[in-house]
């Protein structure tokens, strides 16, 4: 069965510097079904690429806060 892979970009207002982007990359890297994560700073952005069947949205937010980042709504 081939696994759909979905992609997101996610608003994270108080992302501000390479430490921001290493602290969100492996976090989110970490998470089962995350395929991909770039984070960026110009944009306060991160974009992934990820497998909803093993991962969904709100434990990507979650993981998020866990970490004190806030995805804007």
Partial sequence: ????TQETTLSVPEISCEHCVKTINGAL???PGVEAVATDIPSK???LRYDPSQVS???VEATLDEEGYT???
């Fill in 1 to 4: 069965m081939a696994t759909t």
């Fill in 29 to 31: 890297g970490e998470l």
């Fill in 45 to 47: 952005t991160v974009t």
């Fill in 57 to 59: 949205l709100q434990i």
């Fill in 71 to 73: 995805v804007a709504k």
